[in-house]
């Protein structure tokens, strides 16, 4: 008869297979998973599998690495350099390199991002990284920067 110790032990093991399984699951039809899913996804890992949040993290990163899932924050930390190294030394972006970018952030997303989340995630990151918009236009403004949707939908959480 197995001791106490390995009756939890192997309890653990189902836990962690199960929530391995639900990830896949939660994630089978995407290669792209929001910030908001990725809280969501570990949040159930806590809750309902009872999982320590680092073992949770690590279930799920190990089944993207797997699956060659893409994570926004992942994006987005490219995306930093990206603008760091346009930016340069002024740290501005000009409108036109703000479009290129854009256009780069769907396509690493593998078209899992609108245009629209896009820019308004490309906005986010170039606030989080303290990168100012360059004035550009006939006027010379950074009109085109206030009018990136600041309220642009976020990614809809996957469908568990």
Not at 5 to 12: F, K, L, P
Request: charged share 40%.
């Amino acid at each position: 008869m197995p001791s106490k110790g390995e009756r939890v032990e192997s309890s653990r093991e189902e836990a962690r297979r199960r929530y391995r399984g639900f990830v896949c699951m939660a994630a089978q039809d995407r290669k792209f998973l929001s910030r908001s899913e990725e809280k969501r996804l570990l949040e159930e890992g806590v809750t309902e599998f009872d999982l320590e949040a680092e073992e949770a993290r690590g279930i799920l990163l190990s089944v993207m690495d797997e699956r060659e899932f893409l994570l926004e924050r992942d994006l987005d930390r490219r995306i930093a350099a990206v603008l760091k190294y346009e930016a340069g030394k002024n740290r501005r972006i000009d409108r036109k390199r703000f479009k290129r970018i854009t256009k780069l952030y769907v396509e690493l997303s593998n078209g899992a991002v609108t245009g629209s989340q896009a820019r308004h995630n490309v906005k986010r990151v170039m606030e989080e990284e303290d990168i100012r918009p360059a004035r550009s236009g006939p006027l010379a403004s950074r009109r085109w920067f206030r009018r990136v949707d600041a309220k642009a939908r976020p990614l809809e959480p996957a469908k568990a």
